[in-house]
């Protein structure tokens, strides 16, 4: 899934193609024949990104903008698509912000 385009970063924070060298590996490794990437950066950018803003410039908004990510994205538009559209998955795995110490 990927939510952010990274030229909007110039070539900062962004670890989206490392990312995707790691779920390759892990895929590899745990037998996984095909990796589906889907594209919600527009959904991202209009359903959370955008009102995180206003809400930071009103005063009425959390500090964190991945509690919007979640409802909106990651447990909407990528659960409905996963498990209930076109793909048809028995499972889906996500990995947001996981560190290995």
Known sequence: MNN???R???GKNCTADEDLKSIEKTCKILEIQKIHHVNYQSSYWQRVFSPVVAGYQSGSC???PDILCNKEIKFGDLYKWALEGSCKADFIA???YARIY
């Open 94 to 96: 996500t990995g947001h």
């Open 4 to 6: 952010w385009d990274a």
């Open 62 to 64: 959390t500090p964190n």
């Open 8 to 10: 909007d970063e110039n």
